[in-house]
């Protein structure tokens, strides 16, 4: 149970990041 609920906090987190980074992305292009 402890292990899924890491899994689950690890993924949120590297999606939040990749949808940082593609934000970050399309600021950067736009200007």
Excluded: H, N, S
């Excluded at 939040?16 to 292009?29: G, L, N, P, R, Y």
């Amino acid at each position: 149970m402890m292990m899924m609920m890491m899994m689950m906090m690890m993924m949120m987190t590297m999606m939040m990041m990749m949808m940082m980074m593609m934000m970050m992305i399309v600021q950067t292009k736009d200007f």
